[in-house]
């Protein structure tokens, strides 16, 4: 009669390796066959009680029991999934990092390339720079040497033609005054070479000084009438007489005459 008090054993084992409704189920069935067989007629009324506390105390307290395990374990595995998640946006963001790192890498190399490619063709420019000071500086030298002369023996001519022994004609005076002026207008064009290989230096400079227009535009005007004279174009200056500015006569001139030189020959 007493082993019907064992009665809660499987039914904590059906309870615990099924579930909880399979202990239900279990402890139902046990009731079922304690209460419906014959021979239970035979069991006193608190040995039966006490054989139906147990079972169905037996599925109560698992069910206590398993509600917060379960819980422990559904949230045991949420954080697994949550970790397992997070750990493989890690691998992918160290992924992406180490192919971030890798194109990073190649850059750095392309942008060392580039920077000795820019190194050697600033060697290259500057060897080109000076190689164009070294050309302008000789060749306004070996130009300078021959304007001197025909500057010095045309002015020697027009200063004092008498050395030649005799009287020379005024029409080759005149030819020669115009020799000597658009000589010295080439001598001054050779030393604008050398001002421009200043300027790329950035170390030109300036003469201003207070001068009258008639003086600059006349002195253009004297440099570019043998071509107006030869294409049969005429040449009227009109210059107030005081009317002066302060600036660099050399410069103002070359203006003047590159004016007057694209007049005469596009007419």
Same mark, same amino acid.
């Given at each position: 009669?007493?082993?019907?008090?064992?009665?809660?054993? %499987?039914?904590?084992?059906?309870?615990?390796?099924?579930?909880?409704?399979?202990?239900?189920?279990?402890?139902?069935?046990?009731?079922?066959?304690?209460?419906?067989? %014959?021979?239970?007629?035979?069991?006193?009324?608190?040995?039966?009680?006490?054989?139906?506390?147990?079972?169905?105390?037996?599925?109560?307290?698992?069910?206590?029991?398993?509600?917060?395990?379960?819980?422990?374990?559904?949230?045991?595995?949420?954080?697994?999934?949550?970790?397992?998640?997070?750990?493989?946006?890690?691998?992918?963001?160290?992924?992406?990092?180490?192919?971030?790192?890798?194109?990073?890498?190649?850059?750095? =190399?392309?942008?060392?390339?580039?920077?000795?490619?820019? &190194?050697?063709?600033?060697?290259?420019?500057? =060897?080109?720079?000076?190689?164009?000071?070294?050309?302008?500086?000789?060749?306004?030298?070996?130009?300078?040497? %021959?304007?001197?002369?025909?500057?010095?023996?045309?002015?020697?001519?027009?200063?004092?033609?008498?050395?030649?022994?005799?009287?020379?004609?005024?029409?080759?005076?005149?030819?020669?005054?115009?020799?000597?002026?658009?000589?010295? &207008?080439?001598?001054?064009?050779?030393?604008?070479?050398?001002?421009?290989?200043?300027?790329?230096?950035?170390?030109?400079?300036?003469?201003?000084?207070?001068?009258?227009?008639?003086?600059?535009?006349?002195?253009?005007?004297?440099?570019?009438?043998?071509?107006?004279?030869?294409? &049969?174009?005429?040449? =009227?200056?009109?210059? %107030?007489?005081?009317?002066?500015?302060?600036?660099?006569?050399?410069?103002?001139?070359?203006?003047?005459?590159?004016?007057?030189?694209?007049?005469?020959?596009?007419?």
């Amino acid at each position: 009669d007493l082993a019907v008090c064992l009665l809660a054993i %499987p039914v904590g084992v059906a309870a615990l390796t099924i579930s909880v409704e399979g202990g239900v189920a279990a402890a139902a069935l046990c009731t079922a066959l304690l209460l419906a067989r %014959p021979a239970a007629a035979a069991l006193s009324g608190l040995l039966r009680v006490v054989a139906l506390l147990g079972m169905w105390g037996t599925v109560g307290l698992i069910a206590l029991a398993l509600r917060p395990l379960m819980t422990a374990l559904e949230w045991s595995w949420a954080s697994y999934e949550q970790s397992r998640r997070a750990l493989e946006q890690a691998r992918d963001a160290q992924l992406e990092l180490r192919r971030t790192l890798a194109d990073l890498a190649d850059a750095n =190399e392309q942008l060392t390339r580039l920077n000795r490619l820019a &190194h050697g063709l600033r060697e290259a420019a500057e =060897e080109a720079r000076q190689a164009k000071e070294r050309f302008v500086a000789v060749v306004s030298h070996e130009l300078r040497t %021959p304007l001197n002369m025909i500057l010095g023996f045309g002015e020697m001519i027009l200063k004092a033609p008498e050395t030649y022994g005799r009287k020379l004609p005024a029409a080759l005076l005149a030819d020669l005054a115009v020799i000597v002026r658009n000589s010295q &207008h080439l001598a001054n064009l050779v030393d604008d070479v050398l001002d421009l290989s200043q300027i790329d230096a950035r170390r030109v400079a300036l003469t201003r000084e207070w001068v009258t227009l008639k003086e600059i535009i006349g002195a253009a005007a004297a440099v570019v009438r043998p071509l107006f004279d030869s294409k &049969h174009l005429y040449l =009227e200056l009109d210059v %107030p007489e005081d009317a002066a500015v302060f600036c660099d006569r050399t410069r103002i001139r070359e203006v003047v005459i590159n004016l007057l030189s694209n007049a005469g020959r596009f007419t």
